[in-house]
Structures are given as structure tokens and as C-alpha cells.
């Protein structure tokens, strides 16, 4: 279902998207990616899957569904796949708190027209629109260490979110089973 979603995001991105310059006045930090350009709009913080099947659940789903700006400017829906950690964590920890309210974000719109004919974006910052103060887009590791306070240690998050050990022990390193990882250290070692 989240595939679907994404796709269908994806697509809903198409067209005058792509081609809309909304990088004037913009102070997100560029990373390097393919067809990254920066990107501050105004816009309401939207469940994706509300605004696109009609299924909508209070609160924006409460943090279980993906969630996305319905941008002023043009009435499209942009899809946001992260917020500005490196780790390329997710960014409804960060937009979840403005649930169909009025904001201001600033980022960077990922993809290039001539290869994907659609963007997704990264947002770095956000806050109420027109407010003064902008809002670092980075809560997600601090969500993440309150909600597994078991999962202390040193390495990045994932190495001990109980969630992905708990996968790793079911279906392998590679999700193809623990002998296929069998096979491969053995091969590659």
C-alpha cells in the first residue's frame, strides 16, 4: 500500500511541478543530488492518503501515514520523503505537529525532469506561515530515542532500533533469509 502511495504521489508531482522555480529567497543547504533544486513555498500540511483516495483519518493519521504540503502556489501536492537529517530519516515527526494548518517550508525539490518527470522534497525547515522563526526539520532521532529508550549504544540508529533486529532475525540481512547471508560471507570473505 505504501508503494502505491508513493507512486501515486510521485505521479500527482508531474508536470508544472517539475518546471515551477521556487527557489528565490530559500536558505536550505543544497546536498548534492540528482536534480536537486531548492524550494520554499507556503502550503497546508495534508495526509497524502486523504488527498488522494478520500481515506482521511483524524489528526493526519496520528503519525501512521505519510504526509505531504498541498502547495499554495499552484494547488499541488508535494510529496515529502524526509526531513534534514542526514540519515535521510522520515519528516512526519516534523510536519505532524502542523496537520492541515498553513506553513511556510524550506528545503530542497529531489529528481531530475528529464530522467524521473517528478520531484519529491526535502524539508528543512518549517513554520507557521508568515511566522518569524523558522523550525529545524530534524526531530526524528530525538523521536526515535524517546519511543526505544532500551536501544542506547553507540552507531546509527537503525543498527539498534529493535524493529530491524527483530526483521533481520526473521528473514536475514538481505530479507532473502538467512542462508542466502550464509552463502554470501562465505563467498565474500
Known amino acids: 500500500m505504501k508503494t502505491l502511495i508513493a507512486a501515486a504521489a510521485m505521479t500527482v508531482l508531474a508536470g508544472s511541478a517539475v518546471a515551477a522555480d521556487f527557489s528565490e529567497g530559500s536558505n536550505a543547504k543544497e546536498w548534492g543530488l540528482l536534480g536537486e533544486e531548492k524550494a520554499t513555498f507556503s502550503g497546508k500540511v495534508v495526509d497524502v492518503l486523504c488527498e488522494l483516495s478520500g481515506d482521511c483519518v483524524e489528526n493526519c493519521g496520528g503519525g501512521e501515514r505519510f504526509l505531504g504540503i498541498l502547495r499554495e502556489a499552484d494547488n499541488q501536492l508535494v510529496y515529502v520523503m524526509k526531513n534534514s537529517q542526514s ?67 553507540k552507531g546509527p540508529w537503525f543498527r539498534r532500533d529493535p524493529r530491524v533486529a527483530k526483521q533481520i532475525e526473521k528473514d536475514g540481512h538481505f530479507g532473502l533469509g538467512h542462508e542466502v547471508d550464509a552463502k554470501y560471507l562465505a563467498e565474500n570473505e
Open 87 to 153: 540519515a535521510f530519516n522520515g519528516p512526519v515527526v516534523d510536519l505532524l505537529p502542523y496537520c492541515n494548518k498553513q506553513v511556510d517550508v524550506d528545503g530542497v525539490m529531489i529528481g531530475d525532469d528529464e530522467f524521473v518527470q517528478a520531484q519529491f522534497y526535502m524539508v528543512q525547515f518549517i513554520r507557521n506561515k508568515g511566522a518569524a522563526e523558522w523550525n529545524k526539520a530534524n526531530l526524528w532521532t530525538k523521536d526515535w530515542a524517546k519511543k526505544n529508550p532500551d536501544a542506547k549504544g
